[in-house]
């Protein structure tokens, strides 16, 4: 992982301006120049909706976000989707993903789900799914084995926090991972443990092709795992690491020990590595190693990351 996309989520008449910053002072030697601007590749503002394997989904309004852009910022390239059929769906919970596992193949293919969250117990759910393989929208009405409520925090990400074998994973304000399998066309709920939750200070991640969830309580981040089946309905989470916070803070951050931490993201290939927002300063800490590297100050403020991956090779729209 290079680094991150940075933009202040908020619903004003202007667009809030695109930062990027590297994850760490080694990630800065193996790009040269910023990638802030390279993003304006319309001429015009636009909101960063989800990443995926080095690729930004873009959309031009953020409430409705019926017209999307897949953009890879290496290669300065973008491709307009089509636009979605349907009108009504404000703040959509999204899925995006990129296939690059071929490293033969220069043209990538994606995949964009997303679908209309509630927040009364309901029993059946529309996805609509995009293919770049066919440039199309499709309808999945999905009848649910037991009622679930879907409840996602507008200031946090509407993205899923990735996708192992089809499936794409997010995280609600309540005490639960929603999951939605694309290959058996299956949606269901999990409730957290009871010693998992935390209100706002968590963050749930894929790294190395596994599920992560971190979570931050009373100066201790902790790190869980998901053993089980990413399909298994009944879930064996398993702690990973536990680790004092405010040490490596007093060691490497001193000014920051203080302040209220929020879990923002978790390394794509090093589950060990999480990334906190303390104070308007983003920090990247190893629970391994118990050591806090300050990165970049954004000012105080509503923001989301969105991971962004370096390959080697060319990768095209």
């Given amino acids: 992982m290079i680094g991150f996309f940075c933009q202040y989520r908020a619903f004003v008449e202007e667009f809030p301006d695109i930062r990027f910053f590297f994850s760490s002072s080694k990630s800065s030697e193996v790009i040269d120049g910023s990638l802030d601007e390279s993003v304006n590749f319309l001429g015009r503002g636009l909101y960063i909706i989800a990443s995926s394997n080095g690729f930004l989904l873009m959309a031009e309004d953020l409430r409705y976000q019926r017209a999307y852009y897949a953009y890879n910022p290496a290669m300065r390239q973008h491709l307009s989707v089509p636009v979605t059929p349907t009108s009504s769906i404000t703040l959509p919970a999204i899925g995006f993903h990129c296939k690059v596992d071929d490293p033969e193949k220069d043209v990538i293919s994606f995949t964009i789900v997303r679908y209309k969250t509630w927040h009364d117990l309901g029993s059946s759910v529309t996805i609509e799914s995009f293919s770049s393989e066919t440039n199309m929208w499709s309808n999945i009405d999905i009848t649910l084995d037991v009622p679930v409520r879907v409840f996602l925090n507008r200031w946090m990400k509407l993205a899923s926090a990735g996708v192992i074998d089809g499936v794409f994973c997010w995280i609600d304000i309540q005490s639960q991972i929603i999951f939605y399998d694309s290959v058996n066309t299956h949606f269901w709920a999990l409730q957290l443990n009871q010693e998992m939750y935390v209100l706002y200070f968590r963050c749930l991640g894929v790294s190395g092709g596994d599920l992560y969830y971190a979570s931050y309580n009373e100066a201790d981040l902790t790190l869980w795992y998901l053993e089980s089946n990413i399909r298994s309905q009944d879930a064996v989470w398993i702690r990973k690491y536990t680790a004092n916070l405010t040490n490596a803070l007093v060691n490497y951050c001193p000014g920051l020990f203080q302040a209220e931490v929020m879990c923002m993201d978790i390394h794509p290939a090093n589950p060990h590595i999480v990334y906190l927002e303390i104070n308007g300063n983003i920090v990247s800490y190893d629970l391994e190693k118990n050591i806090a590297e300050l990165l970049y ?21």
């Fill in 297 to 317: 100050n954004m000012g105080v403020g509503d923001y989301l990351l969105f991971t962004y991956e370096w390959h080697r090779w060319p990768r095209l729209l």
